[in-house]
């Protein structure tokens, strides 16, 4: 199943940044030496077994934009399932900026009228933290403004912090076929488990699919602050020419595992019940995975 995804914004907005962090294992340092992306730069990303997301990188300088909307404009906008904008969030342009935005609107309400569509208000990092909210809420209020009648979802995001794992776990969350399904699974597998929470990752990416919590978290920000730590920990396995299997870490009030599940998972599991070995959920979550398969 093929999911075409457009990747588009200004020049120097972090298209490539982003793609090749969350899709190429790149960290953040790495993304100061990439060039421009010249026209648009395809790849293909294999997800959960049989979901492919046809990635389509469109390059945003300026020439190359106007070529989209003109002489490109049905083979780049027809059957897209999901929009990105990336909005440099320091930009000096910004009619600009909505001038191409809105222009990359119209093309996909002539083209693909049921694309989701979700904007980026990327480089976040270089805003003051207590201007933060402010600064988003009124980019937020403004895109929505501008993109009636379409209905969008904006996100935060840097490459320096976990916003980027939130931003596109939710996007991806949105292309998974069959996820209610996967969620009523994942909370029979918490019950029996008698888990606090289970999360399923994907596996090359490390992005949440899906959850089930029995239980209240203060910590909102706690999955992408996983993904984040576990993908870096991972390319440090790399470098030293050994692969991630799995982690337990454990205290006094309670215990996370994180494991290999299925061929395209992770799973990670929470237990609070320190009367329960490691090795009777060890042996659980090995049992479930061919339910999951
Ligand atoms: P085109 O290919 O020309 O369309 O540009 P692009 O949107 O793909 O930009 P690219 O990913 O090449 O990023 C441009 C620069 O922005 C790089 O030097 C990145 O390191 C930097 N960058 C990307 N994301 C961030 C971010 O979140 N914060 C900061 N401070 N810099 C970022």
């Known amino acids: 199943m093929k999911k075409k ?6 020049s120097g907005s972090g298209k490539t940044s ?54 490109q404009r049905d083979h780049i906008f027809r059957n897209v399932e999901v929009l990105i904008y990336v909005f440099d969030v320091e930009s000096r342009e910004l009619e600009k900026d ?9 093309a996909i309400l002539q083209n693909s009228r049921d694309a989701k569509i979700f904007c980026l208000i990327h480089k976040m990092d270089l805003v003051q933290e207590g201007q933060r909210d402010a600064i988003f ?76 919590t029995r239980t209240n978290y203060m910590d909102l ?18 470098k030293s020419h050994s692969q991630f299997q799995s982690v337990e870490v454990r205290n006094s009030s309670f215990a996370a595992f994180i494991d290999v599940f299925t061929s395209n998972t992770y799973v990670m599991v929470i237990m609070s019940d320190p009367t329960i070995p490691s090795a009777a959920t060890l042996v659980n979550i090995h049992n479930a995975r061919k339910h999951f398969e």
């Open 5 to 10: 995804v457009l990747l588009m914004g200004k």
């Open 18 to 71: 982003m793609r090749s962090i969350i899709f190429a294992n790149y960290i953040a340092r790495d993304t100061r030496r990439l060039g421009y992306t010249i026209d648009v730069e395809h790849s293909h990303v294999r997800f959960l077994g049989n979901l492919v997301l046809n990635l389509w990188d469109c390059g945003g300088q300026e020439a190359f934009m106007e070529n989209y909307f003109a002489s």
């Open 98 to 106: 909505m001038h191409y935005y809105q222009s990359c609107l119209e």
């Open 137 to 212: 809420g009124d980019r937020e209020l403004e895109l929505k403004r501008r993109s009636l009648p379409l209905d969008i979802t904006c996100f935060r995001t840097s490459i320096w912090d976990e916003t980027l794992y939130k931003a596109w776990s939710s996007i991806v969350y949105s292309l998974i076929p069959n996820v209610r399904l996967l969620e009523l699974h994942l909370s029979k597998f918490a019950d029996i488990l008698e888990a606090d929470e289970v999360v399923l990752f994907e596996r090359a990416t490390f992005l949440v699919i899906s959850h089930s």
């Open 221 to 238: 920000h706690r999955f992408e602050k996983i993904s984040n730590i576990i993908k870096q920990f991972k390319l440090s396995c790399t």
